[in-house]
């Protein structure tokens, strides 16, 4: 096993400072198979040693975990490991963000975007306490994590929301070292600027690289031209006035049914097709993209020497946008995906759905490269620089011919050895139908909008498998909460969390059930999900 050199690595990154970023999720297109690979978490967690919100829940159907109880905390004796304890401190606030000669009014952990990085070693307890300054309830969401149930931060199911002036601590030990990110599991909140990226490092990493470069990607529309998140969703939410075009946007663009619009311009994306999706791109017109919370006009720049080995971790923290990456003039070895070791696979672009990540491994060229994530389907694109050497920064409009290359999905990918999932027959197939449309903006799953009482059983030590059957015209990314699945229908399939189930396709996936409580199934769009798309996987007590 080979020990990673740090040379030239930034001091920001090896700080002893406990406050450090958290990651985004990438995403694996699956061709042919009715699968995408994506991601979108969201947890209440009730609360230690939180202020002004209450550590329980209401009360729900009986014979279900307790989020609290004490098969919860049973499981987390077993993942507290001997390292560290990690104190953060985070503020929610309303803030002004400069995204690169473009100031904008929004909601942030603290005034950067991304929010300040939270990097820990696995085996390490992290206790950080999120004050909120915010004009709503909040909460904090710990995307890809196999935390313990009360500390998931999902409002009236792990915990009660955090209100305005209160400030909750949540402390679990952090048993997987990877890329993850954290993000509020609270209406439309995610799609304003609270994110941010968790890194969690390996103590015994086997990776040789010499720089690391966390990219996060989003889509961005709040407080542009007196845009929203939430006036967003109310437009989405008129729907097409019944001309649902077969569960997919009407293309003409027109108001039917006479329904008010809400003030603003419209941000009902027209006409945005992917082949590689299925056919619908999204739902949503953003304005700018965006690479670690720059706009393409002023982006953010790494800087390396010629020849360095560079990890990137990439995490997509998009609300409705699936981005292709590629890095101009270099080949990428990817080497994880959703925070989980995979077989080493060169590609040229990855295809990250919302909530995704991957780690890519880079030896640097002597130069000046574009690294472009265009928003698949939806004609645009975020752009960050790589500089080694001297010469002009790649325009707006770079468009490497990588992005046009091998594109690697995720039934490509193997499992590492060590993150295998041992072969065994399911003990409980549970079968979610996906539903909905543009029409009536009625997503969800088996035709039912979400209810916290709604309940999939499972029980401790058994392995389910979860078969999820797109019967829309539009892409999603489903994400499991607590977890990571393999893929039924490949052999060694690399551990995720998040996955994109193409139209009218099947996505049937394996995972242990060995996390107790109460957890969140969802499609990582975030307007998919405020309109319905969410559903609870319960453990009987």
């Known amino acids: ?39 979108s978490g ?48 985070l503020t929610a606030t309303k803030t002004e963000l400069d995204l690169g000669g473009r100031t904008v009014r929004s909601w942030a952990y603290g005034d950067q975007l991304p929010g300040r990085e939270v990097r820990v070693t696995a085996g390490d307890t ?13 909460s904090l969401h710990w995307h890809g994590l196999a935390l313990r149930n009360d500390m998931d931060g999902v409002p009236g199911l792990t915990q009660q929301a955090i209100k305005p002036g209160a400030d909750f601590t949540y402390r679990f030990a952090v048993p997987h070292p990877g890329t993850y990110w954290f993000h509020p599991h ?40 007196g845009s929203t998140p939430d006036s967003v969703l109310a437009e989405l939410s008129k729907g097409m006035g019944g001309h649902d075009m077969g569960g997919g946007h009407d293309m003409d663009g027109t108001d039917h049914g006479g329904r008010d619009t809400p003030k603003g311009p419209s941000r009902m994306m027209m006409g945005a097709k992917s082949d590689l999706l299925g056919g619908d791109a999204g739902d949503v017109a953003y ?103 001297g010469g002009a920064a790649p325009g707006p409009a770079a468009r490497p011919r990588e992005l046009k290359g091998r594109l690697l999905t995720a039934d490509k990918l193997r499992a590492a050895p060590s993150a295998a999932l041992r072969a065994r027959k399911p003990d409980r197939t549970i ?5 909905g449309g543009m029409a009536k903006y009625d997503w969800a799953f088996d035709r039912k909008p979400y209810s916290p009482d709604q309940r ?24 499991l909460h607590g977890h990571t699945f393999t893929l039924a229908n490949v052999a060694d399939g690399p551990r995720k969390d998040t996955a994109v189930i193409l139209p009218n396709g099947t996505l049937t ?22 309109a319905g798309m969410m559903t609870v996987l319960g453990y009987r007590a």
């Open 287 to 389: 304005p700018h993209y965006l690479v670690n919370g720059r706009t393409p006009d002023a982006p953010s720049s790494f800087k390396a020497r010629p020849g360095d080995r560079i990890r990137l971790r990439i995490i997509n923290a998009g609300g409705d946008t699936a981005f292709r990456v590629a890095l101009g003039g270099h080949e990428m070895t990817v080497t994880h995906t959703d925070g989980f070791p995979v077989e080493h696979a060169k590609t040229d672009a990855l295809l990250l759905g919302m909530g995704e990540r991957y780690d890519v491994l880079v030896t640097a060229k002597d130069g000046v490269f574009p690294l472009t994530a265009a928003a698949e389907g939806k004609k645009a694109a975020a752009l960050a620089v790589l500089r080694t050497g």
């Open 126 to 138: 992290l206790a950080l306490t999120l004050a909120s300054h915010l004009p709503e309830a909040t």
């Open 509 to 530: 996936v394996d995972f242990e059930a060995d996390n107790p409580g109460l957890w969140m199934i969802h499609c990582h769009n975030v307007y998919h999900s405020e």
């Open 1 to 39: 096993m080979r020990n990673r050199t740090l040379r030239d690595r930034d001091q920001s990154l090896r700080s002893s400072s406990p406050s450090r970023r958290a990651l985004l999720g990438a995403a694996t297109a699956v061709a042919g198979s009715g699968l995408l690979t994506a991601c």
């Open 42 to 89: 969201s947890g209440p967690g009730s609360g230690h040693a939180g202020h002004g919100s209450g550590s329980k829940t209401g009360s729900g159907p009986e014979g279900y975990v307790d989020p609290s109880g004490k098969e919860v905390a049973a499981a987390e004796k077993k993942r507290a490991g001997s390292g560290s304890v990690r104190e953060v401190k």
């Open 186 to 225: 609270s209406g439309t909140q995610q799609d304003r600027g609270l994110y941010a990226p968790l890194i969690v490092e390996d103590p015994k990493e086997p990776l040789e690289y010499d720089k690391e470069w966390v990219v996060v990607l989003d889509d961005w529309v709040d407080g542009v031209d």
């Open 431 to 435: 079968k979610i139908q996906l539903t």
């Open 456 to 479: 999939h059983p499972v029980r401790a030590g058994e392995r389910v498998r979860l078969v999820f059957a797109n019967s829309t015209a539009m892409w999603h990314p489903v994400h």
